[in-house]
């Protein structure tokens, strides 16, 4: 969504690094490539007048006159101005004090009401609700219809006591939705209402009819995110005619510019509550404008990651395996399938990358990027045996023949997963070995290995020339240890028990045990 901004702002500010301090010119010239760059992204004209205005009067200030860097310190300002004109803080939803919490949905027909409402549905129920989706959207074909399937796959209730297309009463039916969900012990209610094509009197009649009848604890707004201007002109025209409290932003995966977003909650006043990020039931969360902010600037989005893999990952599962990653070889290739399994759940592997610092320089790459490829190996390894996956040593020729048939691929693309495993398992060993780093757990470093063979002192060979060579280096070096000597003074330690004394004339480096040369 955000792309061409994100490497518009990128390019800004890579050309700031190289400045110790920042003059005048230097502002203004980055505020208007800051300006250019809004524009670009379809953000509504008075929102850049404000934003530059705000930027501009910052940099000015002595937070970046008197910094060590100042390009850093323009970086954060933009990031604190971004964070601000997105909503500051993120907004939660408010319940009522005595249940059914009342949630109404508005918007224009297209903009994605009915799958946001079972998204929105589903996200409750996840936080330990029980809400029920009301189907008052009696105008549009089908509307109940593709409720009561959302619902399903929600796994959420759907009181739809009209057919629709057209027939029956939705002020009635919202009405009629609260008893019912007292009746059933529901603590939410998601009233999903009709929309136009356009704005006209006769919707906003009945969306604000709704609202009388049912006084909603929230009335959000969704809009599309993808058409840009006009987002902030329905948005308005909503406000004045029905009103509402929140901003829903939905097809945030899409192409467009992302000028919706910068804008909406600028120009009415309401924060954005919660963003649509894809066509899955899952892919809805509630919107946090310092990590959107972040996302914008290329810094990443850390703690989206984390959570996402906090609901993916069970802890003790997570342990268990984190112990067989260490000890390396009791990693086996059923592991490695349900791992990769467990990651597919947090989301496409694009987004999970994208979320990392740093990742919009290879946006490219990310590109190339194909989910397909872990359906492929995941295919390669469930054509295997249960024997085959604990020991892949044992697939030979004919096994992988057999296991490429049976997963569609090359013999290649079977060889290749399971030389990158034994890799893997190594690469995994040295880790728990501690790869000879000092301190590492499990390992022995080499400053230990070294530090062992000090207290050892210098071992002697037993052959004599060798002996002799271990002497001459040690009156070279003083302050070595020094010699054991060779022969049977080699074989009892350099030293002779207590007590016992050589004949004289006796050279110990020449005496030979059985079986020694």
């Not at 993120?90 to 799958?115: E, H, I």
């Not at 012990?185 to 604000?208: F, N, S, Y």
Request: aromatic share 4%; hydrophobic share 40%.
């Amino acid at each position: 969504m955000f792309e061409t901004l994100s490497d518009r702002l990128t390019s800004v500010f890579s050309s700031l690094r190289s400045k110790g301090r920042l003059s005048d010119a230097d502002i203004d010239a980055t505020t208007r490539e800051i300006r250019i760059a809004l524009l670009e992204a379809d953000v509504a004209l008075p929102v850049v007048k404000a934003f530059v205005a705000q930027v501009k009067e910052r940099a000015r200030g002595a937070e970046v006159s008197q910094a060590l860097n100042p390009a850093q310190q323009v970086v954060k300002i933009v990031n604190d101005e971004l964070i601000a004109i997105l909503g500051g803080e993120t907004r939660r939803l408010r319940f009522a004090k005595t249940p059914p919490t009342v949630v109404m949905l508005a918007g224009l027909q297209g903009a994605g009401k009915t799958t946001l409402a079972g998204k929105l549905a589903r996200w409750l129920r996840e936080q330990g609700h029980t809400p029920l989706l009301v189907a008052a959207d009696l105008q549009r074909p089908n509307a109940v219809q593709q409720l009561q399937v959302v619902g399903e796959r929600a796994g959420v209730a759907v009181y739809a006591p009209e057919p629709g297309n057209g027939t029956g009463d939705p002020i009635a039916v919202a009405r009629t939705s609260i008893d019912e969900a007292k009746r059933l012990l529901h603590d939410i209610v998601i009233i999903d209402t009709a929309g136009r094509l356009g704005i006209d009197q006769e919707m906003m009649k009945q969306a604000a009819d709704i609202r009388d009848a049912v006084s909603p604890d929230e009335v959000l707004f969704v809009v599309d995110a993808m058409i840009g201007q006009d987002a902030v002109t329905t948005a308005q025209a909503f406000m004045e005619g029905v009103g509402f409290d929140g901003v829903v932003l939905t097809k945030l995966d899409g192409d467009a510019r992302g000028g919706a977003a910068l804008s909406v909650r600028h120009i009415t006043g309401r924060p954005i509550m919660f963003a649509s990020t894809g066509e899955k039931l899952e892919d809805f969360d509630a919107f946090h404008p310092d990590r959107m902010a972040s996302r914008i600037l290329d810094m990443g989005d850390i703690l989206t990651l984390i959570e996402q893999a906090q609901k993916t990952f069970d802890e003790e599962q997570a342990a268990k395996m984190a112990g067989k990653l260490t000890s390396g070889e009791n990693f086996t290739l059923e592991d490695f399938l349900e791992q990769m399994m467990m990651v597919q759940k947090m989301g496409p592997i694009k987004n999970l990358l994208g979320m990392m610092p740093g990742m919009g320089q290879m946006r490219d790459q990310l590109n190339s990027i194909d989910d397909r490829d872990l359906d492929r190996i995941a295919a390669i390894i469930r054509s295997m045996t249960p024997g085959e996956r604990q020991d892949p040593k044992i697939i030979n020729g004919s096994r992988r023949a057999r296991i490429a048939a049976g997963s569609g691929v090359s013999v290649t693309a079977v060889s290749n997963l399971v030389t990158r495993f034994f890799e893997a398992q190594k690469m995994m060993k040295r880790m728990a070995g501690g790869m000879g780093i000092p301190g590492m757990p499990g390992g022995r470093g080499k400053a230990a290995k070294a530090q062992k063979k000090a207290k050892k002192g210098r071992r002697v060979s037993g052959d004599p020339r060798k002996a002799a060579l271990g002497k001459a280096s040690a009156a070279e070096a003083p302050e070595a240890a020094e010699p054991k000597g060779g022969g049977l003074l080699g074989n009892l330690g350099g030293k002779l028990p207590p007590g016992v004394e050589l004949p004289p004339g006796f050279d110990p480096s020449k005496f030979r045990l059985p079986g020694q040369k």
